[in-house]
């Protein structure tokens, strides 16, 4: 009897410990009471019936990623690539994520890959590859709207990689290589001409330079010359002035001397000399100088007999 007794005991334990649930930070448990659906259960300690309460579902509010492999699709202009997606969904609505639809997840999958043909489907093989980001933006708006029944939001949709057949990858590639040859070309044959352009305005510069140099030499030149004939000018100018100044200042000393009637008849005497050097062919003599004349020569003849012989 006692150890019925302690067993009953630790049943009731063990029953009422099962009964209480703790519901962890971004989950929620779906709740079903004989089989329907009762309520759902948030963060925090929760109590349930015993044997006729249940969780149905234990469901995570977190951020989610599905990455679905490539999927073949085949472009307008008939070109056949594989392109795998990755989207990101939440789940807003535990309920109708347990109730919406059997295994959401592959739904999501057959949904993204129909939705995803049927939008490569209308664009050419050159706009798919260049349209990542329009395609994104369809899809995520496709399967948004068709999820949401299912209590999920599709918050972001990626193309991961689109891979388009070998041939096109070869052709792709030769045509990236001839782009790179032309790049290459222009910015070569764009680099001789500013090399060209640079060269020739070295040169337009030089000669620029040159022809200044050549005539600031002219300009001082001219400058030096006319500071010469200058200095030239005052310097005859000078001697002039000088030759002048010492024929005043003799006749000044002639008239500070006083000379007599003889002292001057001599010097008119001397002038007439320096002016019959030979030169003039009719020499004119005034009487004055004529009469000085007679009398040197009367001084020499005198001269001439007082001389005693020898």
């Known amino acids: ?21 703790i519901v962890p930070q971004s989950h929620n448990y779906v709740i079903e009471r004989l089989g329907a659906y009762i309520g759902t259960w948030g963060t925090g300690l929760h109590f349930k019936m015993p044997f006729i309460d249940r969780v149905a579902k234990d469901v995570n509010l977190k951020e989610q990623v599905a990455d679905f492999p490539p999927q073949p699709v085949i472009t307008k202009d008939n070109v056949t690539m594989r392109i795998d997606t990755v ?32 939008i490569i489907g209308d664009l050419e093989l050159d706009q798919t590859l260049t349209s990542r980001e329009t395609i994104n933006t369809k899809m995520r708006a496709i399967l948004d709207e068709a999820t949401d029944p299912w209590g999920i939001k599709v918050t972001r949709v990626e193309l991961k990689n689109i891979l388009p057949p070998p041939s096109i990858q070869e052709s792709m590639e030769k045509q990236l290589k001839a782009d ?45 010359k006319k500071e010469a004939t200058i200095r030239e000018a005052e310097g005859n100018a000078q001697a002039i002035l ?39 062919t009719k020499i004119i003599v005034p009487s004055n100088i004529q009469g000085a004349a007679g009398l040197v020569s009367s001084l020499t003849e005198l001269a001439t007999t007082k001389t005693p012989q020898i």
């Open 1 to 21: 009897m006692p150890y019925a007794i302690g067993f009953l005991l630790f049943l009731v334990v063990v029953i009422a410990l099962s009964c209480i649930k």
């Open 87 to 118: 989207v990101f969904y939440q789940i807003t609505d535990p309920r109708a994520y347990t109730y919406g639809v059997e295994r959401p997840i592959l739904a999501i999958e057959n949904l993204t890959t129909t939705t995803l043909r049927n």
């Open 180 to 224: 790179r040859d032309r790049r290459e070309s222009i910015l070569r044959a764009e680099g001789e001409r500013e090399s060209s352009i640079l060269i020739a305005e070295g040169h337009k510069r030089a000669a620029i330079l040159e022809a200044e140099a050549e005539k600031e030499a002219a300009i001082l030149r001219a400058e030096a």
């Open 242 to 280: 000088a030759i002048q100044q010492a024929n005043a200042d003799g006749l000044r000393f002639l008239k500070e001397a006083a000379p007599d009637e003889a002292v001057i008849q001599l010097k008119s005497l001397e002038a007439f000399e320096k002016a019959a050097d030979g030169k003039a």
